[in-house]
């Protein structure tokens, strides 16, 4: 089992940052992959960013390339999500997600199945 607690979300301006965390306890961080999803009402649950099991690669959804940065701290057992550059159509609630996929697998999961345990989440608000 693997518990995960989101923090971080509020209202910001259109270009403003936020930082999200995730912290996850129950079994061994370093091998779990991590990431960020995100959902508004009535849509469904969207992939934002995935981090491998070190941390030393990374995947974005094209539409928050280049703005958002997915880091993970084995030893803290966290996973962040920057967030820069903030636009109205980021809005949503955050989840962090955890993934029990074998190391002999592939790191790069960007759909909700592919991921057993879930944060509560964290509302989001960008406003124009």
């Known amino acids: 089992q693997v518990q995960l607690v989101e923090s971080g979300g509020g209202l910001v301006q259109a270009g403003g940052s936020l930082r999200l965390s995730c912290t996850a306890s129950g079994r061994t961080f370093s091998s779990t992959l991590m990431a960020w999803f995100r959902q508004v009402p009535g849509k469904e649950r969207q992939f934002v960013a995935v981090?491998?099991?070190?941390?030393?690669?990374?995947y974005y959804a094209d539409s928050v390339k280049g703005r958002f940065t997915i880091s993970r701290d084995n030893a803290k057992n966290t996973v962040d999500l920057q967030m820069n550059s903030l636009k109205p159509e980021d809005t949503a609630v955050y989840y962090c997600a955890a993934g029990s996929v074998p190391r002999s697998s592939t790191w790069l999961r960007n759909t909700p199945r592919e991921y057993n345990y879930w944060g509560q989440g964290t509302q989001v608000t960008v406003s124009s």
């Open positions: 981090s491998s099991w070190s941390g030393s690669s990374t």
